[in-house]
């Protein structure tokens, strides 16, 4: 008798454990997408009617993640020019202004802007249940440079590759909100 009841306890112990780890998943899923969802849902509401194309400064490459506050686990670095192109094309799905990756500046035009990109610095601060990823970067005109910081909280866990994704992606849309009000 007293086997049965522990085995029941143990059960129900487990029962709750799983409901408890179902929820907190479902949390974390919600979480961690809003501010991505956020992005996607301010650039389909760009009124942009300007051509743009990107480019990569492969000086970038060598920028280090710089890493503030306790973490664990060690996800592989990126590709940067990679996650940079995908998240311009991701952009230009959500977006209405016609931007595109480029390998390299074209011939000037005057309808199209070019703009080449450089990732100046990654920092990824660690809080004790979230991390925000803040990445600076230079948009070179060739008139001027705009200094944007786009950046991706995420709680309880995140890659190099996700956060510096959606962090770039947050750069470029902060960039096309400034240069398509021009």
């Keep these: 008798m007293l086997k049965k009841q522990f085995r029941n306890m143990t059960q129900n112990s487990f029962s709750r454990y799983a409901k408890n780890i179902l929820l907190l998943s479902i949390i974390y899923f ?3 997408c809003a ?3 956020k992005v996607n849902n301010l650039a389909s ?3 942009c009617n300007k051509t ?3 480019v990569f400064d492969n000086e970038s490459k060598f920028v280090k ?3 503030k506050g306790d973490h664990s686990g060690n996800s592989e670095y990126p590709d940067y020019k990679r996650t940079f192109r995908e998240s311009v094309e991701e952009l230009d799905k959500e977006s209405p202004a016609k931007i595109e990756y480029k390998d390299a500046l074209g011939f000037p035009s005057d309808s199209i802007i070019q703009v080449t990109v450089r990732i100046e610095k990654i920092v990824w601060d660690f809080g004790f249940s979230s991390a925000l990823m803040e990445t600076e970067l230079v948009y070179k005109l060739p008139d001027r440079n705009i200094n944007i910081v786009g950046n991706n909280k995420v709680h309880i866990a995140g890659t190099k590759k996700g956060n510096l994704f959606k962090s770039l992606k947050h750069g470029n849309y902060m960039f096309l909100s ?3 009000d021009e």
């Design 178 to 180: 400034i240069i398509c």
């Design 30 to 32: 919600l979480f961690s």
């Design 65 to 67: 993640i710089e890493y």
């Design 52 to 54: 743009i194309h990107f």
């Design 35 to 37: 501010s991505h969802k």
């Design 45 to 47: 509401q760009l009124n």
